[in-house]
């Protein structure tokens, strides 16, 4: 899942058209087969279309996501790549009632004010979503903008460049590598699962199957861990301290780690400690209080300065086109 504070287009509704607008967009179920009055957002690469999708997480809302014609499962980013192959809708219209508007995370709230932005879903923590899309890479990407939040609307979406795989204590061959241990082993990413907490960061060895993250002390997990994995050479890290990574990190792509139920999205550090490299969560939900959480012989410990993950892959250029 990324996220970008990059411009993105809109989808708006053409006539403004108040109680009545339920008539003029719907959700149809989708099981595969793309209906004729879906609505189209673009197109891949490769020329096929793009659709607009709608999935149910559980505990989480109805998340908007990008529909591949032929692909049943919608991904959609919450709190990651979550993948839905049930109870997937596709919005449907006339086609001629929609055009896109470019729009950025601070000023969404105020280029929306008299129009009518078509509501994507919703959080049940923060609200409604608009519908978003980029051209990243050549594709059309659809996400959620997360307009419930005023000056902060950015926009998410999924793209398979890196992915969390299931993780048994056997490290697939393109997982990333964050570092080496004292003992020069391999030190890998790891997520795991904290009930009524969220999806936490910690260190993933070789060959252990548990991963220790940092959750109000040292969380041991052992299932349900998942291994960060892409091209290496797409990822960076670069140094941030708890005061200045919301700033360091404006228009570049730092790689989302996991989140906290009650706080938000988290970003995955690194340190060097003890001659060994540790992986741990960036507080980043907390504007200029980002500090980073690590497991230490068993206890959870917290510094100002670390290395943030950073993403580089990517290759999106804005649509400046206005759909009519
Ligand atoms: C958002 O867009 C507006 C209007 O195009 C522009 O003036 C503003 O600088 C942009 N803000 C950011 C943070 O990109
Ligand atoms: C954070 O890093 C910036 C840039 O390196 C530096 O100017 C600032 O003093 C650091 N802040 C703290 C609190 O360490
Ligand atoms: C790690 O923790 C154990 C038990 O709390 C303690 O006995 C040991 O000395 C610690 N090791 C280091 C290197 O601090």
Redesign the pocket.
């Known amino acids: 899942m990324k996220l970008l504070s990059v411009p993105v287009t809109i989808i708006f509704l053409l006539h403004h058209c108040g109680v009545g607008s339920l008539e003029n967009y719907y959700w149809r179920e989708y099981v595969g087969r793309v209906p004729e009055d879906a609505i189209v957002a673009g197109e891949t690469a490769a020329h096929t279309n793009v659709y607009i999708g709608q999935g149910c997480v559980q505990n989480g809302g109805l998340i908007v996501g990008a529909i591949f014609p032929g692909v049943k499962e919608v991904h959609v980013p919450y709190g990651g790549d979550k993948k839905l192959d049930k109870y997937v809708k596709i919005l449907c219209g006339p086609q001629d009632n929609f055009y896109w508007m470019s729009a950025n995370y601070s000023n969404l709230h105020l280029e929306v004010i008299g129009k009518h932005a078509v509501i994507g879903g919703h959080e049940h923590a923060h609200g409604y979503m608009n519908i978003g899309r980029i051209s990243y890479g050549g594709d059309i990407k659809v996400g959620k903008v997360t307009s419930y939040w005023p000056g902060k609307a950015y926009f998410y979406f999924v793209d398979n460049d890196y992915y969390w795989r299931e993780y048994v204590g056997r490290v697939p061959q393109d997982a990333i590598v964050a570092g080496k241990t004292a003992a020069d082993k391999n030190v890998y990413i790891g997520q795991g699962y904290v009930k009524n907490a969220g999806l936490i960061v910690g260190s993933i060895y070789p060959g252990v199957k548990e991963v220790h993250v940092p959750y109000d002390g040292d969380k041991k997990l052992d299932k349900y861990i998942k291994i960060l994995c892409g091209p290496q050479d797409n990822f960076y890290w670069m140094s941030a301290n708890y005061s200045n990574l919301h700033l360091e990190v404006i228009d570049k792509h730092a790689v989302i780690g996991g989140h906290e139920d009650a706080n938000g999205y988290m970003n995955i550090g690194r340190i060097s400690h003890?001659g060994d490299i540790i992986v741990g969560k960036i507080s980043s939900f907390w504007p200029g209080k980002a500090h980073f959480y690590f497991i230490?012989?068993?206890?959870e410990k917290h510094v100002d300065s670390y290395q943030v993950l950073m993403y580089n892959g990517d290759n999106f250029a804005i649509d400046p086109r206005i759909k009519k």
Request: charged share 20%; no cysteine; aromatic share 0%.
């Open positions: 003890g230490d012989n068993g206890s």
